[in-house]
């Protein structure tokens, strides 16, 4: 166990509905990145958030957006949800913005 | 574009046989390659490869990286039950302030006993 932990595990939206997915980091560490995997690719990176602000962002629209809150946890909110938007969410947490990354279980979204 | 791209995608083998999983990569600034094993959610780091030529081993599982070439290996031997996961490679570009990763699509690896 990394000790990064995300909430939901599962969850079942609509085309066009808005998803927020919660990661705690691992005790220490002040850097979140978060990653999406579609089924049968690996992780594409979306963005990394560094001491409360973004610190690099992927190819994904604006409508993925996050936030980091000063206990280094951090939020992955979706809008106008589309069904390629149906993928496992992994957050990871690391020390420093170069560090090594420990990911979390992951938020499995479907969007129907 | 970074580019990551690895064989075979899938793989069958009997407890006991060896493997070599492959992994080619293209990227700008190259800083480091990584190995994963995801086995139902979370990947969990194996290796992380910065210099040609030097081979990383922990327990049955090995590694190493041709930075001429641009390419590395992860070898497995004597392989169990357990070693059955999607095996990512990983590589990480330099140059800036983050730490991004750029992965493969896995190679599926399946152990029958």
């Known amino acids: 166990e990394t000790g990064v932990t995300q909430s939901p595990t599962h969850l079942i939206k609509t085309r066009g509905q808005q998803v927020t997915l919660r990661c705690s980091s691992q005790?220490?560490?002040?850097?979140v990145s978060w990653y999406q995997q579609a089924l049968g690719q690996g992780p594409q990176f979306i963005f990394q958030y560094y001491r409360e602000e973004e610190n690099g962002r992927g190819n994904f629209p604006p409508r993925f957006s996050g936030l980091q809150f000063p206990n280094y946890s951090s939020e992955l909110n979706v809008n106008a949800l589309e069904l390629d938007d149906s993928a496992l969410y992994l957050c990871a947490s690391s020390l420093g913005r170069t560090g090594e990354l420990f990911f979390g279980e992951g938020s499995r979204l479907t969007v129907l | 574009e970074d580019k990551v791209v690895q064989s075979p995608l899938s793989l069958v083998v009997h407890e006991g046989d060896t493997v070599t999983l492959n992994c080619s990569y293209e990227v700008t600034n190259f800083r480091s390659l990584l190995w994963y094993k995801q086995e139902k959610k979370a990947p969990t780091f194996l290796f992380m490869l910065?210099?040609?030529?030097i081979e990383k081993k922990s327990g049955r599982l090995s590694s190493i990286l041709d930075k001429k070439e641009l390419f590395s290996i992860l070898n497995i031997t004597a392989t169990q039950t357990g070693d059955s996961a999607i095996y990512l490679c990983a590589v990480d570009r330099g140059g800036g302030s983050n730490y991004k990763l750029t992965f493969g699509k896995g190679t599926l690896l399946t152990v029958n006993p």
């Open positions: 005790s220490g560490h002040n850097t």
């Open positions: 910065t210099s040609s030529g």
